[in-house]
Structures are given as C-alpha cells and as structure tokens.
C-alpha cells in the first residue's frame, strides 16, 4: 500500500551536484520522521539526512554543510540535495519512512568518480 519510489541517481564527476527525490503515495500519516540513508559495498548502512513531520532535521557528519533534506508537500516529495559530490559519497541511496511501520524505496544508484 505505501510506496516510495526514489529517483536522481547517476554518475557525476568530484565537486559536481545531484538532486536525489523520494515521492510518497499510499497511505496519510500524522507523525512521521523521513530518512535517507546509503551503503557502499563492504560498508555498513550510514544515515545520511533525516527530516520529521515537526520540522526537525538532522544530517551525518560526513554530509553536514553539503546535503540539505527538504520536503515539498505539494507533491509529497522529499529531496535530497547532494553539492560537492566526492567520491566517498558513492553509495546506493535509499528512502526510509518511519511512521506505525517502517517502509524502504528500492535505492538509487550515485556514483562519483572522474
């Protein structure tokens, strides 16, 4: 019934930007908190950005000053603002909801090399 559906992945060269969206239908929830996390092959999940229903945000450290996590809700997207790209950013991205129950999106792919 919920779905999240992640999109913006890609190659892009060290410095560069990328635009991540999670776009959620399904279900209505009052309380809830959005994540974006990643993993690298042979690295453990990391949480990347997090944004709740009451307006609190909060970033890893590797990201802090170059990601920003925004929602619209217009259209019920959440962003994922990706500048200075470095090649340690290169990760499967995924979306996370956390309301009564935890749904993933399927993970897009960022990849940063020259």
């Known amino acids: 019934q919920v779905q999240l559906v992640e999109s913006g992945g890609g190659l892009v060269q060290p410095g560069g930007s990328l635009r991540l969206s999670c776009v959620a239908s399904g279900s209505a929830f009052n309380i809830w908190t959005l994540a974006w996390y990643r993993q690298a092959p042979g690295n453990q999940r990391e949480l990347v950005a997090r944004?709740?229903?009451?307006?609190?945000?909060n970033y890893g450290d590797s990201v802090k000053g170059r990601f920003t996590i925004s929602r619209v809700n217009a259209n019920n997207t959440v962003y994922l603002q990706m500048n200075s790209l470095k090649p340690e950013d290169t990760a499967v991205y995924y979306c996370c909801l956390q309301a009564t129950r935890t749904y993933w999106g399927q993970g897009t792919q960022v990849t940063v090399s020259s």
């Open positions: 944004i709740s229903s009451s307006g609190n945000r």
